[in-house]
């Protein structure tokens, strides 16, 4: 138990559409990551936000944005969807350890694009 | 681009017997993290390691970073059914950078 909770469990979508991810962080965690799982890979990191703003950005077009609220709750957003952003999106915030880099997971939304 | 290449990709073994899983990179990582993900769940830290050639135990779990930080290995002796998952490692870049591994998926038969 991590005390990082996201909603909703699954989703299923068309393409063309736009969806909206939530992560709910343990009170105190200033950074949230989000990533994106495919089946069968290791998470791919999208982007990191610090106190609500973005502060690291992996390798994924300007479509897949996000928010950081002030209540440790975070949003990813993804527009335009297309069939290969169907995976397992993890959200992890960030416990301040001394090196920035406890960082807990939560259990994931999975989307599928049809 | 896939930064961190773990091997092997899949693994089955019974009950008793010990492994090893490397994860291997060109590039040089800050610290280290490895995590165990089991399905429906997200990954768990299990440790960080941040200097070259440290060695870290956790019960029957030792993992080593390697002397010029680019390499990591996780060795686990007398494997139970209860290590069963996939076991990710993730190089640090800076101060936000996770780069994960392609994965090792564990199974242990009893």
């Known amino acids: 138990e991590t005390g990082v909770t996201q909603s909703p469990t699954h989703l299923i979508k068309t393409r063309g559409q736009q969806v909206t991810l939530r992560c709910s962080s343990q009170?105190?965690?200033?950074?949230v990551s989000w990533y994106q799982q495919a089946l069968g890979q290791g998470p791919q990191f999208i982007f990191q936000?610090?106190?609500?703003?973005?502060?690291g950005r992996g390798n994924f077009p300007p479509r897949f944005s996000g928010l950081q609220f002030p209540n440790y709750s975070s949003e990813l957003n993804v527009n335009a969807l297309e069939l290969d952003d169907s995976a397992l999106y993890l959200c992890?915030?960030?416990?301040?350890?001394?090196?920035?880099?406890?960082?807990?997971f939560g259990p994931g939304t999975r989307l599928l694009v049809l | 681009t896939q930064l961190l290449e773990q091997s092997p990709q899949f693994l089955s073994i019974q009950e008793g017997e010990n492994l090893t899983v490397y994860c291997n990179s060109s590039?040089?990582?800050?610290?280290l993290q490895w995590y165990r993900q089991e399905p429906g769940e997200g990954p768990v830290l299990l440790v960080t390691?941040?200097?070259?050639?440290e060695v870290k135990k956790l019960k029957r779990l030792t993992f080593q970073f390697g002397d010029a930080r680019k390499d990591s290995s996780l060795h686990i002796t007398a494997a139970q059914p209860g290590d069963t998952g996939l076991y990710l490692c993730?190089?640090?870049?800076?101060?936000?950078?996770?780069?994960f591994g392609t994965g090792t998926r564990l199974k242990v038969l009893a």
């Open positions: 993730a190089g640090i870049r800076g101060t936000y950078k996770y780069i």
């Open positions: 390691v941040v200097t070259g050639g």
């Open positions: 936000y610090y106190r609500e703003e973005e502060n």
């Open positions: 009170s105190g965690h200033n950074t």
């Open positions: 590039s040089v990582f800050s610290s």
């Open positions: 992890a915030s960030g416990g301040g350890g001394m090196y920035q880099e406890t960082q807990y």
